[in-house]
């Protein structure tokens, strides 16, 4: 059999080129290593609980928003998804003073302003920003010209330099950077378009889903597949036949059978999409170097707790705390920063059925167990994960009054976790660091240097649900045109 285009990883990239791609007629096949399709989209179930590994929540989800516009075009909206609270999204807590995040830019900057009165006009500002952003997402979906991509020079600014510009108050600084455990706050590097992009999205609305992330991967694997698109699992992409320059076919779990495709997308991190063109000839060792030493973002370790029954009420916003000020030069060598998430309950109860802690965890930390297998590291790995679980929870009780009581069980993963499951370099969670000062080498376009061989996913332009759904369209734009995208998107 052979197929139209191959997919490589079946995370949220790839199952969304599959379903574009399928949708337009394409005969498709997303070959994924693992059991479980979704990457960091993927839940497991313990104790009658479904925990989610990844994905915690959304922005842009109301009627007209960015992320509404795209998860109708992938058949995404009718999943269970519930608004977090509107007058409190997400609460930050630096320096035992509490901080509200509120939908809305204007109501936004409003509650800001009661607390930081003279930051009035910066805060205008910055909501101004947010909004040329917010408003011109999809124009980065025009022609290639670099003039035409609004968001080109953000991407080239630094998101440091103009928040510490604009924000004159260290302080609120730090509250509007506060949220930031779903990026990489990096002074040096962080690209204002990144930070502006992501910030933006989750003030205009956040929602969680009830039940779980996998639901996402789920339902666009049944897009593909009705659309006549195959979806394997089990199947590791180990090896690639190339002939006069083209990929012909991939083989799997490091047998001879080949799977032949005219083109092919690789949702996997790009270091790990090395690994399986190893030998191919029109990679040259120079560009392989290149991407295999680019620098991740940092990686998470995670608690998932199974709260003992009608324990701790469900809090429907997320608390992001801080031990110490100057969100913007901290190591993340100890457990300084913490997000407590409570996933809705299955039951449409007052009480948290769970609740999941997430702490980056540097991957020096787990770095001497990297070749050990998943349950099989050593009591010393155990140790580690059972020092930094006491730590969460001791962080978590400051803000969730009886936590460490309502325990009834909890699991752990670190990076390593992460690692093994998605083969995400140093089990980073955001991908590649994109580089303000470096865009040419750390912003990756879906072309390869193998001309039918095109990378997707959250390593390329802007990681997260928003940014992998854009780059999709990126990708596939490659191979079906972007006015026949377009067309179909604006239909
Ligand atoms: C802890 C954590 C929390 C997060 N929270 C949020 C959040 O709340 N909101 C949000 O918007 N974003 C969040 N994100 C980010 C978001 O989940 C990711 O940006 C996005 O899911 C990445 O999707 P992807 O398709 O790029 O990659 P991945 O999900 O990494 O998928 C890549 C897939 O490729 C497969 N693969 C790799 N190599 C091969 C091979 N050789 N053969 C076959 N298959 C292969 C992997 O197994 C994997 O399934 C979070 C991420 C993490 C880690």
Redesign the pocket.
Known sequence: MKYDVII???????LECGYILSRHGRKVCV????SQ?????QTFRRMGCTFD??????GALDEGQNLNRLFKYFGLMDLPWKRMDADGFDEVVIGGERFMFVNGREAFADSMARRFPDQRRNLDEYMTLLKGLGDNLFNSFLPRRSEDFYGMSMFANSAYDYMSRTITDPLLLDVLSGTSL?MELHAEKLPLYVFGQINNSFIESAYRLRGGGMQIAAALRRGIESNGGVVMTG????GAVETDGRLTAVRINGGEEQIEADSFIS???PA?TMA?LDGCKSIRNIYRKRICALPNTFG?F?VNIKLKPNTIKYLNRNIYAYRHADLWHQSHASTDSLLISFPPPAADSDYADTVDL?TPMAWDDVAEWFGTKIAHRGGGYEDLKERKAAECLEMAEEHVPGLRAAVDRYFTSTPLT?HD????QNGS???IQKDCNNLMYTMLTPKTPVSNLYLT???LNL??????SMTSFFTCSELIGMNTLLKDFND
């Open positions: 490589v990883g079946a995370g949220l990239g790839g070959l994924e290593r693992t399709i979704g990457g960091c989209l590994t990844g994905f915690h929540y959304v779903k199947a590791e992409v180990t949702n996997a991190h790990a399986w998470m995670t997430l992460y499951y998605t083969l995400t969670s955001y991908g996913g959250q390593n990681h997260g649900i928003l940014g992998v």
